[in-house]
């Protein structure tokens, strides 16, 4: 291809700038569709999946079910030699931990509050993913002493003590007061989908008998090494308390595994209907560039039969207008691509701490890819028209 061609179709573009532009508007919609789409899809399966990872990676539970048509017996409740023996019977438990939650009420303000007490025991930190933002987490000291100590989440801190650090301060929960040695929140908030609620106190599971009456197991987890011994584990655990139990006992033991693949199948499903979106809108973007081109072929008759008479070449006059389909569509992808990009930048400021907008390079190489193809192809039925094209029969056209 010649070097003359691609000097003609530039200043062709250049003689028709504003109709390049309209032609080249749909291209950049579409090419910014395409890697949008994908972007805000990733940042959506990112955030889902991060809800459901925060309750704690490669976890599973167990707990009793309670329903009208189902009668429990004390025997059928959870309990720590429950714990003690899914700790020592199954060789992938990497921490096993166990809780009891309550509704509690704390005076704040000279007023009475409702808070969620929830009794933990050692592993429940790790498990899910408690981070300590003031003060310390319970030691093996406070397990086994049944001192009188707590952890208050982070929102109940603020309401309780506004202008002070609450460590070392002492609440009343219910008629027992405790010494708080420290705030936490949720590494990756659950908006109170788990045992941890917004207006929280958490205290050794050894005091439960004090408000409870009762060291029966609420919740039972299993945090496993490695994602594909989950469903093994998840086994074992339900044989496990079934063998304890008497047999009339039925207990709900799931892991999150199917509610992540679930969670990363819609994701995947979403995107691809985005996609399919955005792919419309470069098709039409392509019908616009074949229409432009077509009209274009006929204003320009007689200057395809002139470059015809002076020796142009059928492959020529073909290249000439498929380069300047692909110069439109290239230019509206790259200018598409660039403000698909400079969106997520720009917001990032104003995102919660811990979120990221990622931006996926194979959304934009399809971008370019798809964008550059659509011209081409819907700019062969011009240019193949215009190559065909008799010379005496262009010069004669007005």
Not at 21 to 27: I, N
Not at 59 to 87: H, M, V
Not at 247 to 262: C, F, K, P, S, T
Not at 292 to 305: K, P
């Amino acid at each position: 291809m010649s070097g003359n061609v691609w000097n003609v179709a530039i200043d062709s573009l250049r003689a028709n700038k504003v109709k390049a532009f309209l032609t080249m508007l749909g291209v950049v919609i579409g090419s910014a569709c395409i890697v949008l789409v994908v972007t805000i899809s990733l940042v959506g399966r990112q955030y889902i999946v991060a809800q459901i990872e925060g309750v704690g990676s490669n976890l599973i539970y167990a707990q009793l079910i309670r329903n009208g048509a189902q009668s429990t017996t004390l025997s059928d409740e959870l309990t720590l030699g429950d714990l003690a023996a899914a700790r020592t019977e199954i060789s992938d438990a990497q921490y096993v931990a166990a809780t009891h939650d309550l509704q509690m009420a704390v005076v704040a303000q000279g007023v009475e509050r409702p808070v969620t007490l929830v009794a933990v025991t050692e592993d429940f930190q790790v498990i899910r993913n408690l981070l300590v933002l003031s003060g310390r987490y319970f030691d093996t000291a406070d397990f086994e002493s049944r001192g009188k100590v707590c952890l208050l989440s982070q929102d109940l801190a603020r309401i309780v003590f506004p202008d002070a650090d609450p460590v070392g301060k002492e609440i009343r929960v219910g008629e027992l007061r405790f010494t708080i040695i420290g705030v936490f929140k949720e590494r990756i908030a659950t908006f109170g989908q788990s045992e941890i609620a917004r207006e929280t106190v958490v205290v050794p599971f050894s005091l439960l008998k004090s408000f409870a009456g009762t060291e029966s197991v609420r919740v039972l987890y299993i945090q496993a090494p490695r994602p594909e011994v989950v469903p093994t584990v998840t086994q074992q655990l339900s044989e496990l308390l079934q063998a304890r139990h008497r047999a009339g006992a039925r207990y709900e033991v799931q892991n999150l595994g199917a509610i992540l693949d679930a969670a990363r199948n819609v994701s995947f499903a979403v995107m691809m209907v985005l996609l399919a979106v955005g792919s419309i809108t470069l098709l039409i973007s392509g019908v616009g560039i074949m229409n432009i081109m077509l009209v274009t072929v006929t204003q320009r008759t007689r200057e395809i039969g002139v470059r015809k008479a002076i020796g142009a070449l059928r492959r020529q006059i073909l290249y000439q207008f498929l380069l300047e389909a692909l110069v439109i569509s290239g230019i509206g992808a790259v200018l598409g691509i660039l403000i698909a990009i400079a969106i997520p930048i720009a917001v990032r400021p104003f995102l919660p701490d811990g979120m990221s907008i990622p931006i996926s390079g194979l959304s934009i190489v399809a971008a370019f890819v798809v964008s550059c193809a659509t011209g081409i192809i819907f700019g062969y039925l011009p240019a193949s028209r215009a190559a065909k094209l008799q010379p005496t029969e262009a010069l004669r056209y007005e």
